[in-house]
């Protein structure tokens, strides 16, 4: 079917706009365009912008129980329908159905998260500062946020967000990606049948210009934004600039350092999930696997044994991979590939030969995995969020501390030990936001917060947890005096600087 269009929502209803402008989405299992979704003029934008600020006050003076009952409605909605919604992303996205299931889980617990937000909006209290005088603190929701997000975790990671900041009595704008932009449009529909009201919960599908829209509006207060480093940097500065509260979390490249006592079947494992899983589009996918010592001959024929077992196809078909986003997407990865080869890497498999169970037409791309790769490489220096893992060889566990701490990335990284002192001393001394040892996509629980450092986040605060439930509120402190004037009578005119007594 071409003919379906994805449409913006507003006010609980789908929204057509003026905008002439579409882009085709593909179902990337087949090759075929499947829908085209709307790309709004900054006219639309400007319209789900007022709509959200009409709607913000009252939803932020409704009782945060009332708030919470909401989410909490939405979170059983969701929690019942899993499987509609990961066949909607892997529709547009590609992952196998299973590894779709696993983003709404994961995006889920982000909603229970929020169904506790009552706990963490309180605020505190102390008596009797001064004579007569009490002091006391409380969190409100800034208005409107927008959220702007990226084609791998269309569900997910718009879900980072908008359970907190609804939960904490804002109206939401997301931005999706316009490579998978229906899954959104499902979302929205949820929350109205949760009853959530007119306004608060809205959806701008579109590109730079709708991006650039909710950069500019003063009506916007705060930008949630996860994609690429050089966008997610535009991103911060544009809003900055404007005087709102930014997190941009931008790219990586996500090492893997494994030492000689390591668990090497563990390694193998967990090296093949993590660097091939969603076919290595994932903000925390493992692509360099840092080998110390000797150990690279073993670990490499282990990964290759367990490669061969691997089904490439549409992630329909009960495949382990499935296909990369789009046609142009592929061609970049695979440019990759040939530029390890003929920069005089070892292309122990070479993913350009996969034979696919899916669509002739498919974007398809096999596991591909390099040795002898070297940090000038261009596999080595960009994210290329494929499903190609690079192995590098160090002599020593300082080596390799020191190549990750020099990558300009610093997303996720893993540690494979058996050794519990150096495993401490990683965390210690690794320059990286998210940590697993023994664990290769360490991707924190809802009430943790995610986020990398250096060129992976832009902005100090992380994604959910406590930083997520501060990001979206702002404090208050009140001093107050209700005395009787007899026990605290006012103190006359007084010019110098208050001080308490
Ligand atoms: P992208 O940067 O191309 O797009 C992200 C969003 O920005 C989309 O909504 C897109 O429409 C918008 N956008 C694109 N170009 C723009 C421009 N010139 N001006 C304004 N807005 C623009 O990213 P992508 O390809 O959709 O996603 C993959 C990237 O996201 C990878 O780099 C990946 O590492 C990163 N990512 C990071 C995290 C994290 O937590 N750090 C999580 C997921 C994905």
Partial sequence: MTSDVVDHWLNNKRFA???????????????????VVRLASDADAQQVIAAAADAAPAWGRVSVSARVRIVFKFRELLAGRTRELAEIITSEHGKVIEDAMGEVARGLEVVEFACGIPHLLKGSFSESVSTGINVHSK???????????????????PMWFYPIAIAAGNAVIVKPSEKAPTALIWIAELWKE?????????????????????????????????????????V?????????????????????????DADMDLVADSAVNAAFGSAGERCMAISVLVAVGSI???????????????????????????????????????????????????????GRDVRADGGDDGFWLGPTLFDHVTPDMSIYTDEIFGPVLSVVRVDTYNEGVE??????????????????????????????????????????????????????LFGDTHAHGVEGVNFFTRGKVITSRWADPAVAPSRGLELAFPTME
């Fill in 139 to 157: 969190r409100q929701p800034l208005g409107v946020v927008g959220i702007i997000s990226p084609f791998n975790f269309p569900a997910m990671v």
């Fill in 296 to 350: 690279a001959d073993d670990i490499i024929a282990k990964i290759a044994d367990r490669v061969a077992t691997l089904r490439v196809g549409d992630g329909t078909l009960g495949c382990d991979m499935g296909p990369l986003v789009t046609k142009e997407h592929r061609d970049k990865v695979a440019a990759y590939v040939q530029a390890g080869v003929d920069a005089g890497a070892t292309a122990v498999i070479d």
């Fill in 17 to 35: 706009g003026t905008s002439e402008r579409m882009s085709e989405v593909t179902n990337p299992a087949t090759g075929k365009v499947s829908s």
């Fill in 236 to 260: 911060y500065e544009r809003a900055s600039v404007n005087g709102k509260r930014v997190q941009a979390l931008g790219g990586a490249k996500n090492h893997m350092l494994v030492l000689p």
């Fill in 403 to 456: 190549l990750i701490n020099a990558n300009p990335y610093g997303n996720g990284v893993a540690l494979f030990t058996t050794d519990g002192g150096a495993a401490r001393k990683f965390e210690l001394e690794v320059e990286v936001g998210m940590i697993g040892i023994n664990v290769p996509v360490p991707v924190p629980m809802a009430y943790y917060s995610f986020g990398g450092w250096k060129n992976s």
């Fill in 194 to 234: 949760a009853g959530l009201p007119d306004g608060v919960f809205n959806v701008l599908q579109g590109d730079k210009v709708a991006v650039d829209a909710l950069l500019d509006s003063p009506d916007v207060k705060s930008i949630s934004f996860v994609g690429s480093t050089p966008i997610a940097q535009y």
